[in-house]
Nanobody, 127 residues
């Protein structure tokens, strides 16, 4: 089992940057595929970026491609999301998620694939 805690959310102006972190506790973090999702008020939870258990594969939504970068440090049990060129439409609660996936080297986009979730961190981008 994995316990996830996000941090780094803040209020930032459009065009600015933030770095979100997700600290994972529990065993075998390195065997988990990880993802970042976000949920804006009145909307469903949407995929932002994903990374394989090994870190060799990454994926991101078209809306953030070229602006957001997902990475992981399995030695430190940490997942990160570097967000640059932020836009007001990036405003949402951001969640990290984990799925145990030692035999699959890809990433997952669906909310339904993930087994564990953090409580979220608020990102607000002002115009």
């Amino acid at each position: 089992q994995v316990h996830l805690v996000e941090s780094g959310g803040d209020l930032v102006q459009a065009g600015g940057s933030l770095r979100l972190s997700c600290a994972a506790s529990g065993r075998a973090f390195a065997t988990y595929a990880m993802g970042w999702f976000r949920q804006a008020p009145g909307k469903g939870r949407e995929f932002v970026a994903g990374i394989s258990w090994s870190g060799s594969s990454t994926d991101s939504a078209d809306s953030v491609k070229g602006r957001f970068t997902i990475s992981r440090d399995s030695a430190k049990n940490t997942l990160s999301l570097q967000m640059n060129s932020l836009k007001p439409e990036d405003t949402a609660v951001y969640y990290c998620a984990a799925k145990q996936s030692p035999s699959y080297t890809g990433t997952y986009r669906s909310v339904l694939h993930y087994d564990y979730w953090g409580q979220g961190t608020q990102v607000t981008v002002s115009s």
